[in-house]
């Protein structure tokens, strides 16, 4: 039997700092847009100035993910980490001084480069930390977290602006994420060998001996080869752009769906977005969840990932078919709170998928297939903004988000784990 320990270990109080520094990040990503409206009136900024601040953050998050993944396989989970937070904490606290427009992208420009690479480090965290067969739920989990930060920022940054100011807000904001950035630098180690407050059978749980090691043998980093890299990466990449398409989409027209389709005010806009974006986190901790209990029931890697990310693109599909035949309110709710609920079920086991694919450089790969989900941030409100506009008709977006989802469960086939399941089976075994 694997084992078990009731006590807070070392591996859980590291994986509870990563969980509320997800929460602190994505109230810094979100702090702008709450603050938007003031900030725009005061330095009398157009629409599409606030909008260039908003993508700003945007394009280098997506843009300096991989590269932010690499340095952090090269540096350490530790040192990559602590320089993310500095980042991103400089580019908060700077907000708050900003003059003008130009300053204000410059600001979100360090803002994203810092959270660029947050998650593809953490993931590099939780596969050194976490036992394997509780790393999807740990994932699922984290990233729940993150929105969870999305659904508190509205009245953590609405209170610090009406007790203090705007510019005070982001102040206070940056200050705090620079605290977290420093108890995670103090307590986290790159290997848990490394730590002194880890214990023996907390190492044997990780599939570690009690032996000492040197930090410079965890520091080696092996080359990349490119080809192979990319070979092994892509299809989990693109399974990550077809979630990240529906994801983004219901985060960003839900709301003026209700509003264009049903005529509703913008109380009960407010309400049922809130609902639908709440099922949105369950889904993710369910998904987490899911994979991982399916791993132990089949005891494949690349089962437990691959039938969980297929099982929630198909339920995701099923889910918004109703919203093309009918435009009955509670079904659309229904509907859109069910689709969102089984499409964040696949989150866990897509940054999973990051990570069994090429363990040896978790950081990378993990960063690297987050960019499908960021990619498609980018262009997936366009597009449908752009359909919506050429033909009037919420039908056509269904419909091609629902080809979409079609191709999702044939691109995951492709993906290959085999290395890292012969292992996780071999330890399977062990721990039965």
Same mark, same amino acid.
């Given at each position: 039997m694997p084992i078990q320990s009731?006590?807070?270990?070392?591996? /859980?109080?590291?994986?509870?700092?990563?969980?509320?520094?997800?929460?602190i990040m994505y109230i810094d990503r979100s702090n702008l847009s709450i603050a938007?409206?003031?900030?725009?009136?005061?330095?009398?900024?157009?629409?599409?100035?606030?909008?260039?601040?908003?993508?700003?953050?945007?394009?280098?998050?997506?843009?300096?993910?991989?590269?932010?993944?690499?340095?952090g396989d090269i540096i350490g989970s530790r040192l990559g980490l602590t320089i993310c937070g500095i980042l991103w904490a400089i580019g908060t606290v700077s907000t708050g001084l900003v003059g003008g427009l130009i300053t204000l992208i410059v600001a979100r420009v360090v803002v994203g480069a810092g959270e660029s690479a947050v998650y593809p480090i953490s993931?590099?965290?939780?596969?050194?930390?976490?036992?394997?067969?509780?790393?999807?739920?740990?994932?699922?989990?984290?990233?729940?977290?993150?929105?969870?930060?999305?659904?508190?920022?509205?009245?953590?940054?609405?209170s610090l602006v009406l007790s203090f100011s705007w510019r005070w807000a982001f102040i206070i904001l940056g200050a705090v994420s620079l605290i977290m950035t420093?108890?995670?630098?103090?307590?986290?180690?790159?290997?848990?060998?490394?730590?002194?407050?880890?214990?023996?059978?907390?190492?044997?749980?990780?599939?570690?001996?009690? /032996?000492?090691?040197?930090?410079?043998?965890?520091?080696?980093?092996?080359?990349?080869?490119?080809?192979?890299?990319?070979? /092994?990466?892509w299809p989990a990449t693109v399974v990550s752009f077809i979630y990240g398409w529906f994801s983004w989409f219901l985060l960003s027209w839900v709301p003026l769906y209700f509003s264009r389709a049903h005529g509703l005010e913008i109380k009960k806009v407010a309400l049922f977005s809130t609902?639908?974006?709440?099922?949105?986190?369950?889904?993710?901790?369910?998904?987490?969840?899911?994979?991982?209990?399916w791993l132990k029931r089949t005891g494949s890697l690349r089962r437990a990932r691959r039938d969980t990310i297929i099982v929630s693109f198909l339920a995701a599909l099923i889910c918004i078919v109703p919203l093309v035949f009918t435009l009955d309110l509670m079904v659309d709710v229904v509907?859109?709170?069910?689709?969102?609920?089984?499409?964040?079920?696949?989150?866990?086991?897509?940054?999973?998928?990051?990570?069994?694919?090429?363990?040896?450089?978790s950081a990378t790969s993990t960063a690297t297939?987050?960019?499908?989900?960021?990619?498609?941030?980018?262009?997936?409100?366009?597009?449908?903004?752009?359909?919506?506009?050429?033909?009037?008709?919420?039908?056509?977006?269904?419909?091609i988000s629902i080809v979409i989802l079609l191709i999702g469960p044939v691109v995951v086939s492709f993906v290959r784990v085999y290395e890292v399941e012969d292992a996780a089976e071999s330890q399977l075994r062990k721990a039965s």
């Open positions: 009731k006590t807070l270990t070392v591996g /859980k109080k590291i994986f509870a700092l990563l969980c509320m520094n997800a929460v938007a409206p003031i900030i725009q009136s005061e330095m009398g900024l157009s629409n599409v100035s606030i909008g260039a601040a908003f993508s700003a953050f945007s394009i280098t998050y997506a843009g300096f993910m991989i590269v932010g993944g690499r340095i993931s590099s965290v939780i596969a050194r930390w976490i036992p394997a067969e509780r790393r999807g739920s740990a994932q699922g989990i984290m990233h729940g977290c993150g929105r969870l930060g999305a659904a508190l920022a509205p009245a953590a940054v609405t420093v108890v995670i630098s103090v307590f986290l180690r790159d290997d848990p060998r490394l730590h002194p407050g880890v214990t023996r059978e907390e190492l044997a749980s990780l599939g570690h001996d009690d /032996k000492k090691i040197a930090r410079a043998e965890v520091m080696r980093s092996p080359p990349i080869v490119w080809s192979e890299f990319i070979a /092994k990466v609902l639908v974006l709440i099922f949105g986190v369950l889904g993710m901790v369910s998904g987490g969840l899911a994979t991982d209990l509907s859109l709170a069910l689709g969102y609920f089984f499409i964040e079920c696949a989150d866990s086991s897509i940054w999973m998928l990051g990570m069994d694919v090429l363990p040896e450089h297939v987050n960019t499908g989900f960021a990619t498609a941030g980018a262009v997936s409100p366009i597009i449908v903004g752009w359909l919506l506009d050429a033909t009037q008709s919420w039908n056509d977006v269904f419909i």
